[in-house]
């Protein structure tokens, strides 16, 4: 993911995103050259700290603010020039934040993203963004947020369209009243989030026809050279002689053969005793297989590879900032086809891991290669696993589409992960995966059924891939939900969100903390 990533083979179409310059400043507003100057405005401001910008705008921002067009409500947007001598850029967003005690380093990030998407809105390119004072959000929090928030405004989601380019960011200052080393660090650890997140979008993005499993497999491995990580492509033959009798069930159906991606980032400073397992589901693209789903809405199927997206552009991401950890990732990548040697319901597949599955519903796939993923994450050695998965539409159901599920044990493990999309500003609440729902995946011949009914769907799912993390800490994230928006916010425009991405990097950033804690008690 170098600074403007590109995919040449698509010349006649744009990019999907820019990474634009970021750079740090402490100077005054007034003295930021910029086409286009974002500043937060509190729902309670007292714009004592914006006497010189109401100044600028010939008392433009006060008058508004009295006759109820300035609110600070947040995410409304208003627009105002800036005409004076002594006032270096000529336009200014003011983007509401809510309260000032409320404010958070999620609220500034997406008020990053509504103001970059403004700046991109009027075709301006050099954009200014301002950190209030005097808010709960700390500095170094702050740098990191904004350069998260203008990289995610920089993203196209329809770029597929030929006809003119959209308009970029090509350079945004960021203004935080402290630019010291840690807020410098801060920024750039940032900048490569939002970079990250806006890679596994544009994978996610990608039709079925373009990203076909052996095509996931080369641009997840070229993206692992380019950040320094060790990459291995299993093919079938590979997959076979280790007995992923699931990874190839599902691929039967398909006139495309499977892959799966393993990248290892092995630094010489990293935490004693643990290696973190990633494990993502890829299926680049689910029909149901013979137990075939209905065409309304199938053609959204193409973002199941969304979870394998986030595990490649996490592992990137990890490896630029050489989080201090071991990490293995790992991508079981496949179509789900109803071909004519396709898997059937009432088939056995055996799994890896030599447990029996029998088949009642074939489009319950993704379990199955995350199964195989999961063991093989274990004979690599991880001692912590986090699996992430367009998984069940039973999650959806649950939690709706802005709230990721969170399954595993044990509760602490669990927990880090929360803490870890909460500092990542992913959306995730944790579901109970008690052992009571196991009765559902009895099955009259083999070891467990793959499908567990309609009750509790999205935890049956989860009791199933329990079934091969061994004793190990595991997390599954259920993104099925929260990989893809359908309907616009003003922080997020439709389509693939780039969710899990930064919540698997903050959460291998943090490894000196949860390796230290004793998980079980
Ligand atoms: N990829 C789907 C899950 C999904 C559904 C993701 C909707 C995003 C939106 C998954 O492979 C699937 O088909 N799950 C089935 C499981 C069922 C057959 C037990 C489902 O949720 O219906
Ligand atoms: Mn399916
Ligand atoms: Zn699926």
Known sequence: MSPRTTYEELDTMHTAYRSPAITLTSQPSQDLHADLLIIPVF???????????????????LRARARGHLTGKLFDVFATATASANWKTPRVVLVGAGGRKDFTSDSLRRVAIVGGLAARQRRLTRIAIVHRAGTPVASEQAAQVIAEGVCLANFDGGSYRTGPAPSWIDAAEVSVSDDGAGVREALERG??????????????????????????????QALATEAGLASDVLDEPRMAALKMGMVLGVAR??????????????????????VLGLVGKGITFDTGG?????????????????????????????????????????????????????????????????????????????????????????????????DVATLTGACVVALGKTTTGLFGAPDRWVDAVRRA?????????????????????KSEIADFTNTGGRPGGAITAALFLKEFTGDLPWVHMDIAGTAWAEEAKPYQPKGATGVGVRTLVELALDAATWSAQNLKD
């Open 43 to 61: 729902s309670d401001d007292d714009f004592a700290d914006l006497a010189s910008l109401d100044a600028a705008s010939g008392g433009e921002v």
């Open 191 to 220: 900048h490569i989030l939002g970079d990250a997140s806006n890679h596994a979008r544009t994978l996610a993005n990608a039709p079925g026809n373009e990203l076909t499993p052996r095509v996931f497999a080369e641009r997840a």
């Open 253 to 274: 159906g398909s006139q495309e053969p499977p892959r799966l991606v393993v990248l290892r980032h092995d630094p010489p400073n990293a935490v004693p005793g643990v």
């Open 290 to 386: 013979i137990s075939i789903k209905p065409a309304d809405n199938m053609d959204k199927m193409k973002d199941d590879m969304s979870g394998g997206a986030a595990v490649i552009c996490a592992m990137s991401a990890i490896a630029r900032l050489k989080a201090p950890v071991r990490v293995v990732g790992i991508v079981p990548m496949t179509e789900n086809m109803p071909g004519g040697k396709a898997v059937k319901p009432g088939d056995i597949l055996t799994s890896a891991a030599g447990k029996t599955v029998e088949i009642i519903n074939t489009d319950a796939e993704g379990r199955l290669v995350l199964g195989d993923g999961l063991w093989y994450a274990r004979e690599l050695g991880a001692t912590h696993l986090v």
């Open 421 to 441: 999309s909460v500092r990542a500003g992913d959306r995730s609440w944790p579901m109970p995966v008690f052992d009571d729902y196991k009765d559902q995946l």
